[in-house]
């Protein structure tokens, strides 16, 4: 095995020595700014019911189906990275289409279900 030299300290005044902390600082500012999410202009807030799986949901008396199908772990519950009961979010409504996203990047389109006035499916 090689014998390595200690590192040398960064003088004080030095580019480096000064560059260091700038650099530190602009990757924690920089990682940060990139976590917020700003929802889509008119979307309103929004608790998605999760805990039978991400399948339907109600808003303003009308109610939605997801579009791709069922959305669980076949055990009726939510995939991983999804809380449960419930996922806090947002719905953006288009003519017939709902759609629900959060800060966590998801993002599930539901469309209306003419004339449903119940549940699709009843879980405990």
Do not use: K
Request: overall charge negative.
């Amino acid at each position: 095995m090689p014998h390595r030299r200690p590192a040398r300290p960064l003088r004080a005044g030095s580019p480096l020595a000064l560059a260091g902390p700038l650099l530190v600082g602009l990757l924690l500012v920089g990682g940060c700014a990139g976590a917020v999410y700003e929802p889509d202009p008119g979307a309103v807030p929004f608790e998605l019911t999760t805990h039978c799986g991400i399948d339907e949901l109600v808003h303003e008396g009308l109610r939605y189906q997801r579009v791709d199908g069922p959305l669980d772990t076949g055990g009726g519950n939510p995939p991983r990275g999804w809380d449960n009961p419930s996922q806090e979010g947002w719905l953006l409504v288009e003519g017939d289409r709902a759609t629900f996203t959060d800060d966590q990047g998801h993002e599930e389109v539901f469309e209306v279900r003419e004339g449903a006035t119940e549940a699709i499916d009843l879980c405990s």
